[in-house]
């Protein structure tokens, strides 16, 4: 291929579809090289399909907060394109976001493909090329140079002044991400952190979990433990199911889980009522009881638990009869069924797999990044962006919103 190009992209996901497109508004030449035979395969199938665009937390010193350690590196580049910039971006292309629950922001459609339609249009504009179905073989590179001196695939060479990797991390290998973009920058000369589930459920081998498959359960506050000692507590979505536990609340603790489990056992506790004491509790318990005196306690479980509870209660054995009549329950019974409202053990085996993963951690670290331009430090016609970086972060729209600006601020060649 003796063409050459001002900028190829490697990769037509959200990080990518940005940056070609974002190039070819400034004038430049661009290639997308994706190796799926659509753009935004992994774009199509995030937020449950109705894609969550960003987080509208729109102070970006707040935003930045949930990066931890990295924050320090993405003040420039969020200078250059923030979450306001992102939803005029949309709302430009006549597809307007509206902002729900933890400020996670989606399509007014609900539709995951509006913003894949979107952005493709984006990427599909005047000075931009896409080939499809051709994956990238090698990435050739000239250390003393500092330079990226072409791509090869099974078509045959592609030559640019440029270069953008944006093949995303290693989850939902499904849609392509399958680490291929870590062989080739680590084969040239980057660091390369090891990549690992980091927004991810957890595995339980607890039967009453797996026997809650599919219930799912808002404010509740679960504690983690390692060898018996508190860790952490988060309060939020509990989703159960047939291998453990998932949920919003779940995926943002999956890091931290992680690296408790490398420390020794880790259990968890689950507080149903974490705004009740165990005083206020047992006494709407006992009030409960003597408005059903003649009931049976399998019959007034579910009148004692959150909906969807009642049978996990029961699993328990608390009262082993369960057709005792709830006026025969004894106080220290009824002490530990508050107790165990409080404090529903639940024993961690782990962590799911990439396959499960929401969102994988791995990649490029920043030190290695000239996060005001996104150039590599290694190589002068080299940027990186979106999920090729080694950046920890927690679902609800902070890994697009980081796609987005990392992608827009690449795409300016700077």
Not at 65 to 89: H, V, Y
Not at 122 to 138: F, M, Q
Not at 321 to 350: C, F, H, W, Y
Request: one cysteine or more; glycine letters at 10%; charged letters at 25%.
């Amino acid at each position: 291929m003796k063409e050459k190009y001002d900028l190829i992209v490697i990769g037509g996901g959200a990080s990518g579809m940005m940056a070609a497109g974002a190039a070819a508004e400034n004038g430049k030449k661009v290639l997308i090289l994706e190796k799926n035979p659509r753009l935004g395969e992994k774009l199509s199938i995030t937020g449950g399909g109705r894609c969550n665009v960003t987080n509208a937390t729109f102070d970006v010193r707040e935003f930045l907060k949930k990066f931890g350690d990295s924050a320090k590196f993405l003040f420039s580049p969020f200078s250059q394109f923030n979450i306001q910039d992102t939803f005029d971006f949309f709302e430009k292309r006549n597809l307007p976001l509206v902002v729900e629950a933890r400020n996670r922001a989606f399509p007014k459609t609900q539709k995951a493909s509006d913003v894949v339609k979107v952005m493709k249009k984006y990427a599909s504009g005047k000075n931009i090329n896409i080939s499809t179905g051709n994956p990238v073989i090698k990435v050739v590179a000239d250390k003393e140079q500092r330079n990226i001196k072409y791509i090869e695939t099974r078509i045959g060479k592609y030559y640019a002044d440029n270069f953008i990797i944006a093949t995303g991390g290693s989850s939902h290998q499904e849609t392509g991400s399958t680490g291929d973009g870590f062989k080739w920058l680590k084969k040239i000369g980057h660091t390369v952190k090891e990549s690992s589930p980091n927004i991810v459920p957890l595995k339980a081998s607890d039967k009453w979990v797996k026997d809650l498959s599919g219930t799912s359960l808002s404010f509740m506050k679960i504690t983690f433990f390692v060898n018996g000692k508190k860790s952490f507590s988060k309060v939020g979505k509990i989703l159960f199911t047939h291998f453990g536990l998932s949920g919003p609340l779940i995926l943002n603790s999956a890091h931290k889980v992680r690296d408790l489990l490398h420390e020794g056992s880790v259990t968890a506790k689950i507080d149903c009522y974490p705004d009740t004491d165990h005083g206020s509790l047992e006494k709407n318990i006992l009030k409960t009881f003597d408005n059903n005196k003649n009931k049976s306690f399998k019959n007034i479980a579910k009148e004692i638990t959150p909906p969807g509870l009642e049978n996990a209660l029961i699993e328990f054995h608390i009262v082993d009869d369960v057709n005792t009549k709830v006026n025969s329950v004894t106080k220290e019974e009824r002490k530990e069924i508050v107790q165990l409202l409080k404090a529903m053990p639940i024993n961690i085996e782990g962590l799911m797999g990439m396959d499960r993963a929401v969102i994988s951690d791995g990649g490029i670290p920043l030190s290695e990044v000239d996060t005001r331009t996104m150039k590599s430090k290694l190589y002068d016609n080299l940027y990186l962006t979106g999920d090729i970086l080694h950046i920890n972060r927690p679902s609800g729209g902070y890994s697009l919103q980081l796609c987005w600006t990392t992608g827009y601020v690449a795409g300016q060649l700077g």
